[in-house]
């Protein structure tokens, strides 16, 4: 991972507070919950089976979406 993506990760970390203590972070993105960009700027869609119990969530008829800012980054900017 490049330095400037390190950067904006731990830039975007700081501003935000986490429920689940930034495990996606502390995993080294191992353990990443499975959102897909469907095009959205500001939401991914939630992929995760449990996905109504998502702290960032946001119900959209049968589907959920996720507004979590480092999940955002990593999905649009990176790819992963």
Avoid: W
Wanted: hydrophobic fraction near 30%; glycine fraction near 6%.
């Amino acid at each position: 991972m490049e330095e400037e993506a390190r950067r904006k990760i731990a830039e975007i970390m700081g501003e935000m507070t986490c429920p689940k203590d930034f495990n996606c972070a502390e995993s080294g993105f191992e353990e990443l919950c499975s959102a897909g960009n469907v095009g959205l700027e500001s939401y991914l869609e939630c992929l995760e089976p449990d996905a109504r119990y998502c702290t960032f969530n946001l119900p959209f008829g049968n589907h959920y979406y996720c507004r979590c800012p480092l999940r955002m980054y990593l999905a649009q900017t990176l790819k992963i």
